[in-house]
């Protein structure tokens, strides 16, 4: 017997609830506001030259990244997320600035979505390792797919920050929300990419945060 309210699934549940929370980075977008570790990556990919080059933003989000790295030369970016509204929001935003046609978009979960997306000169994952159970399908499987340099963030191994995401994800099973965070072992990120023939070339953190660029050996 088929239910009349199937559960939603990981991803659709994932994408309500940053749907709900789009507007906000929106507005800190529109603000011009980055983060300090996203202006750390913005600024060291930089130093390579964006004449050409393709990325792919995994939970691309309103599109922080991408359209900063488009707006100083990159040459196409595309854009997935599980978050329709997200996607609205990065679109608009594409087209505030006049670049829609150098960025695409895909709903969905990038695990699924993969077989369809091109391989790319740059890699995005930013303050998504954490929203995502397979870490290790996901960093592997977006590797892959990366020709130059792969930048991600993700919480930073203290204390703090542990504490704060184990009592998160207690309190979302507790009440069975739609969406939890996931706390991993982080180092297993260096190790994938190294495995996958990348080499770390530069990193900071903030108490929050870690970001940390790679690029892939020649
Ligand atoms: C914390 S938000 C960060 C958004 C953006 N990167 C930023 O920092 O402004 C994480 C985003 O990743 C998306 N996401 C998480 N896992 C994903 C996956 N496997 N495929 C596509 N999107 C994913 C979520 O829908 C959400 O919009």
């Known amino acids: 017997m088929t239910s009349c309210c199937p559960h939603p699934s990981v ?25 300090k570790i996203q202006q750390y990556l913005i600024d060291e990919i930089c130093k390579e030259s964006l004449e050409g080059k393709t990325i792919l933003d995994i939970g ?13 030369g990159a040459s196409f970016a ?27 978009y ?40 990366t020709k130059f340099l792969y930048a991600l963030t993700f919480p930073a191994d203290n204390f703090l920050m542990k504490f704060w ?5 207690v309190v979302a099973k507790l009440f069975r929300a739609d969406f939890r965070p996931y706390w991993h072992q982080w180092e297993r990120i260096e190790q994938l990419l190294n495995e996958k023939g990348f080499s770390l070339v530069g ?9 940390a660029l790679y690029k892939k050996n020649n």
């Open 78 to 104: 595309t854009g997935v997320d599980m978050s329709e509204s997200m996607i609205d929001h990065a679109k608009a935003f594409a087209q505030k600035f006049g670049i829609e046609n150098k960025t695409v």
């Open 11 to 35: 991803s659709e549940s994932t994408g309500k609830f940053f749907s709900k929370r789009s507007k906000s980075y929106a507005r800190s977008f529109r603000k011009g506001k980055l983060e």
């Open 165 to 169: 995401f184990k009592t998160e994800i």
């Open 106 to 145: 895909h709903l969905g979960d990038f695990m699924v979505k993969t077989d369809s997306l091109a391989d790319a000169d740059i890699t995005l994952l930013d303050k998504v390792v954490c929203c995502y159970e397979d870490l290790e399908g996901l960093v592997s499987t977006s590797a892959d797919k």
């Open 60 to 72: 691309s989000g309103v599109g922080k990244l991408h359209l900063s790295l488009l707006r100083r």
């Open 203 to 211: 990193s900071t953190s903030t108490i929050i945060w870690h970001a």
